[in-house]
């Protein structure tokens, strides 16, 4: 006599799974309009990025160091994203990279206008415009909305820090198609 829990069990899950195959299958992913510029050689741009790495050497005084994910200028305007990756809910930026940043900004808002947004991500997929992103701007940094922590407030042991740490709560939730806006809408302000 087949055992009749084991069949029932076996009866509820197999039902369970394809009421989620049908869910996942009937939720549409937007895909993003084709990328607007793409790395034709990978090889030679990773070759670059291979040869900028030999610079620095054992013996050297100077180290570390840093570059600015995205720079965009327009008419003499500039929009300037930086990109971290989430680690519990939380994002690190380098202490000296962040005083640039500040100084960077606030120099360029002398003579121009200038956004400067830090842009905190999951694994995420960019071609998908549904995908969401955090983000905060110099000017929420500069005024304490964005809290200048050192230290873990929730007490994470990470030694001595020379970073800063942003939690995911105190960022703005948007889409990725939302960030493009907010680019564009920069860019037409700057016309």
Same mark, same amino acid.
């Given at each position: 006599?087949?055992?009749?829990?084991?069949?029932?069990?076996?009866? %509820? !899950?197999?039902? &369970?799974?394809?009421? $989620?195959?049908? $869910? @996942?299958?009937?939720?549409?992913? *937007?895909?993003?309009?084709?990328?607007? !510029? $793409?790395?034709?050689?990978?090889?030679?741009?990773? *070759?670059? *990025?291979?040869?900028?790495?030999?610079?620095?050497?054992?013996?050297?005084?100077?180290?570390?160091?840093?570059?600015?994910?995205?720079?965009?200028?327009?008419?003499?305007? %500039?929009? +300037?994203?930086?990109? #971290?990756? %989430?680690?519990? &809910?939380?994002?690190?930026?380098?202490?000296?990279?962040?005083?640039?940043?500040?100084?960077?900004?606030?120099?360029?808002?002398?003579?121009?206008?200038?956004?400067? !947004? @830090?842009?905190?991500?999951?694994?995420?997929? %960019?071609?998908?415009? &549904?995908?969401?992103?955090?983000?905060?701007?110099?000017? $929420?940094?500069?005024?304490?909305?964005?809290?200048?922590?050192?230290? &873990?407030?929730?007490?994470?042991?990470?030694?001595?820090?020379?970073?800063?740490?942003?939690?995911?709560? !105190?960022?703005?939730? +948007?889409? @990725?198609? #939302?960030?493009?806006?907010? @680019?564009?809408?920069?860019? #037409?302000?700057?016309?």
């Amino acid at each position: 006599m087949p055992n009749e829990t084991s069949d029932l069990i076996d009866t %509820f !899950y197999e039902k &369970d799974n394809q009421i $989620q195959t049908k $869910q @996942v299958s009937e939720q549409i992913i *937007r895909k993003s309009a084709k990328a607007k !510029y $793409q790395i034709f050689d990978e090889s030679e741009f990773t *070759r670059g *990025r291979e040869v900028l790495g030999d610079l620095i050497v054992h013996g050297m005084i100077a180290s570390g160091g840093t570059d600015i994910d995205w720079l965009i200028e327009h008419k003499g305007s %500039f929009i +300037i994203l930086e990109f #971290k990756g %989430f680690h519990n &809910d939380k994002i690190n930026i380098a202490k000296g990279q962040m005083i640039a940043y500040e100084k960077l900004h606030e120099k360029l808002n002398l003579a121009t206008k200038c956004y400067l !947004y @830090v842009v905190g991500c999951d694994d995420i997929d %960019f071609s998908n415009p &549904d995908s969401t992103i955090w983000i905060f701007e110099m000017n $929420q940094w500069k005024t304490g909305a964005i809290p200048k922590n050192t230290t &873990d407030i929730y007490g994470e042991d990470t030694g001595k820090q020379n970073k800063f740490i942003v939690y995911r709560e !105190y960022m703005d939730e +948007i889409s @990725v198609e #939302k960030l493009r806006d907010l @680019v564009d809408s920069h860019w #037409k302000e700057f016309e």
